[in-house]
């Protein structure tokens, strides 16, 4: 069956000073999809996701964004009873000199924002790149089924203050020169995690509640990962460090050549495994109550 295109699109325009600066809303009505892909590509500004709380639509979206910039192109697409939603914010090709675009600068980033609130009722995976700027990423209420999250030079905020109502094989980050805090990692309800961090900072606190043993990967560059966990849950980490590298692990012991272990791994109900790979950047273990 071919793809069906159904979102409505009401646009407003607005004008500030010298700047075109335009102001547009998105809808995509809920037509009866069981599964849904969201793709989202945002090139520059300040980007904000969170729970749709209106059943009769996938999404509501309001994108605000100058026209000397980025231009948003928004898709949606169904086959069968699975939706695919692809948001992109593409560099406007005319303001281009010689095939160079021109300098960014802290107005870009002001001038270019999007809202995103995305549906509660579908099991939905979400395949997200952020580039320059700003990234608060609320999956509350959302039943999400994977989660893929690359990160540029973007300080991005993620979050699950409750837990997921789907099961999540893989979450994958992967960041470079920014800044990525997420937290409620055990409502994620997650099997596995893979955390790539290039030249930034990156902490995962592992608070929430989970329902299984966790299993993941962390590998560092030259960036720093604090890792933040509950007290009532073990952890076993599997780690080779070498003098241009720091780790940090309080309240572990070597239980054989470089493998930690938690000291209440034999008393505790839950358990977390870690390999890490790191180069000459820093990993701290945190203990939380």
Partial sequence: M?????????????????????????EVPYKGEEELNVGIEFGLGKLELRSLDNSKYIMQAEIIYSKDL????????????????????????????????RKKSSSDIKNNHWRVAMTDQISTAYDIELGLGKGIL???????????????????????SKSNKERIRTLVIQSGLGNV????????????????????????????DSVRDIKGRITIGLGSVTVQIPEDIAVQI?????????????GFREVEENVYRSKNWKSADQRIYIVIEIGLGSVDIEWID
């Avoid at 793809?3 to 500030?16: H, P």
């Avoid at 980025?70 to 303001?95: A, C, F, H, M, W």
């Fill in 2 to 26: 071919k793809g069906r295109l159904i979102f409505g699109l009401c646009l407003v325009t607005t004008f500030v000073l010298a700047e075109d600066i335009v102001t547009e809303r998105h």
């Fill in 70 to 101: 980025y231009k948003p192109e928004i898709d949606y697409k169904t086959v069968g009873n699975r939706g695919k939603l692809r948001l992109v914010s593409n560099q406007d090709q005319e303001n281009r000199f010689w095939g160079h675009s």
């Fill in 138 to 160: 609320d999956f509350t209420n959302i039943k999400v089924n994977d989660l893929n999250l690359e990160c540029g030079l973007s300080d991005v905020v993620m979050e699950f």
């Fill in 181 to 208: 805090e997420v937290t409620g990692l055990c409502n994620a309800n997650m099997d596995r995690f893979d955390v790539e961090c290039g030249l930034g900072s990156t902490k995962l606190r592992f608070d929430g």
């Fill in 238 to 250: 599997e780690a080779e460090s070498s003098f241009l590298s720091s780790l940090n692990f309080n």
